[in-house]
């Protein structure tokens, strides 16, 4: 028995001493195990908040990143279309300069080839990605351009725009950050360098024969060539601007996770250290209560 003499008092106080030290090294040999100060978020502590904070933080911006990359790739669907209506627009010009220069080139000819343009021009600036409408704006489940549309005759007027051709909707699709910086995400059909090359066609198509309209289209088509090297750029510009945004999140994701990782990971080198101080403080312990359960008053009488 330990209740021996006066040890009683001594080895109770011994035993819970030992216990308080035993929960400790149970603690750190824990730590050492997760690599965790806790591996629940009450046992951090104070800590608690700022890393549920930070950790929503990282979910919006990781949310924010993912978003981004989906409009990215359409940004970047889009900018390989519109590479593609720039090699057309030139092609066209072109060819155009070059019909206008030749006396062989009839009006058959003409026609076929300015349909056949304007078919291409249809097809590119109906282009999808995903099943979205790279050019009809919002509306990105329609189709954006349909030539054969009864409202579209740019003919009627050949100097006054005509987008009756164009099936999307008014306002262009954008991307919106956490902190509420608008993004504009491609263009749209309706855009006056697509009209023009689309018209320039058109006139093409009824008057194949009348030199005066051929030369008014050229000139058409050199302007839109122009214009589409500037809807590149802007869709370029787009692209850039999402990847920046992509790059400083993902800095900030970074940041977050050091914070984080201070706040919840364990030293292990700190845990290793307590654990043998912890393990040598409870050996002297059990040597102490030992010492005193073998004290016995008949050594003394």
Known sequence: MISRIATFNHSNTMLTASLKVQAKLADQQAQTASGLKSTTYGGLGKDTGSLLRLSSQSAALTAENSAASTAAAYVNASYSALGDIADLATTIKTQLASMMSSTTTDADTMTQYATSWLNDLQA???????????????????????????????????????????????????????????????????SSAFEELARALKMVIASPSDTTVISSAYDMVSDAVTGVG????????????????????????????????????????????????????????????STLSSLSLSKYL
């Open 124 to 190: 590119l600036l109906n282009s999808n990605s995903a099943g979205v409408y790279l050019f009809s704006g919002t509306a990105g489940a329609a189709a954006a351009v349909d030539y054969s549309d009864t409202d579209y005759d740019p003919t009627a007027d050949t100097s006054v725009a005509d987008t009756n051709y164009y099936q999307g909707s008014g306002a262009g699709r954008t991307f919106t950050t956490t902190d509420g910086q608008t993004i504009n995400l491609s263009v749209t059909a309706d």
């Open 230 to 289: 500037s809807l590149q750029e802007q869709v370029s510009l787009q692209a850039s601007t999402l990847s920046d945004l992509t790059s400083r999140n993902e800095a900030k994701i970074d940041s977050i996770d050091t914070l984080s990782s201070n706040l919840k990971d364990a030293d292990l080198a700190e845990t290793a250290v307590l654990a043998t101080q912890y393990e040598t403080q409870l050996e002297a312990m059990y040597s102490m209560i």
